[in-house]
């Protein structure tokens, strides 16, 4: 069953932290890149994070670099993003997705990404 799923989105005041998880399942977490990304309202779908096949490589988009931090535990099948210091400007859908590269190179485009999980929403407040 070829599948990621997010899960840990929800509420939470500005300042916050949630912790949010990409479990995974059928195919071999250690082949892929894994990239989080997000949409909120109106706009564009964009990067986060990504993480390499064993985790050496990791990639953070400008607005969350220094407040989120991505890892993954291969033996568990699941990838994780920590969101510390959350802003209203968070706000969105997020989703993880799968792609074949050995490196994180050029993670902003997500259309290099093909298997997409379906999303877990996460909203600031003021």
């Known amino acids: 069953q070829l599948a990621l799923v997010e899960s840990g989105g929800g509420l939470v005041q500005s300042g916050g932290s949630l912790k949010l998880s990409c479990t995974t399942s059928g195919f071999r977490l250690e082949d892929y890149t894994i990239g989080w990304f997000r949409q909120a309202p109106g706009k564009e779908r964009e990067g986060v994070s990504c993480t390499s096949l064993g985790g050496e490589d990791t990639k953070y988009a400008v607005s969350v670099k220094g407040r989120f931090t991505i890892t993954r535990d291969n033996t568990r099948n699941t990838v994780y993003l920590q969101m510390d210091k959350l802003t209203t400007e968070d706000t969105a859908v997020y989703y993880c997705?799968?792609?074949?590269?050995?490196?994180?190179?050029?993670?902003?485009?997500?259309?290099?990404?093909?298997?997409w999980g379906q999303g877990t929403q996460v909203t600031v407040s003021s």
């Open positions: 997705a799968r792609r074949p590269f050995l490196h994180c190179e050029g993670f902003m485009h997500p259309e290099s990404f093909s298997v």
